[in-house]
């Protein structure tokens, strides 16, 4: 049987507006113990964009982004079993205790996924997180074949939200 495998800790602004989340990271950016860290993932790439700063390349100035932007980003899952990093073969899986940050953190009033299987597995596992105002953005992975400025173009409704 294939190994489990396990999300990161969340990154939370201090007054986060927004909660992203994606699946399970890949094996890159387990490899590196940093969100995104694909070379060809867009994810640092568009929110860069969106905010009109050079995109960081340090992790450390990474998550500065995510706190200067008031964003919160995790993972749907805790663990799972998944051989390789597509998010098709995720099995087993086993949410983040994704309520408990969102009580935590009242001032989240929406969430936004990173591809339609990060939305299909929090539908799956949180149903009693309906309530939530939820966004599904195209997947920012190198999977997802769709043009850089295809995905911007989508993306740029979190702006909104903030």
Not at 55 to 64: A, D, F, R, S
Not at 130 to 141: A, K, N
Not at 144 to 153: A, D, I, Q, S, V
Request: charged share 20%.
């Amino acid at each position: 049987m294939d190994e489990f495998v396990y999300s990161f800790p969340p990154i939370i602004a201090e007054v986060p507006k927004v909660l992203i989340l994606g699946t399970m990271p890949g094996v890159a950016s387990l490899d590196a113990q940093e969100y995104y860290a694909h070379p060809r993932n867009a994810f640092w790439k568009i929110l860069a964009t969106l905010k009109g700063v050079a995109c960081p390349i340090v992790y450390e100035e990474k998550k500065q982004l995510i706190r200067n932007m008031s964003i919160a980003l995790w993972d749907v899952c805790h663990t799972c079993v998944r051989p390789g990093s597509l998010d098709s073969a995720i099995r087993y899986e086993e949410p983040n205790a994704i309520a408990k940050l969102l009580q935590e953190n009242p001032s989240i009033q929406a969430i936004v996924f990173n591809g339609q299987p990060a939305e299909k597995l929090f539908h799956k596992h949180l149903k009693s997180l309906r309530h939530f105002h939820c966004m599904t953005m195209p997947s920012t992975s190198p999977t997802n074949t769709k043009p850089f400025e295809e995905k911007l173009n989508s993306w740029k409704e979190l702006l909104e939200l903030l």
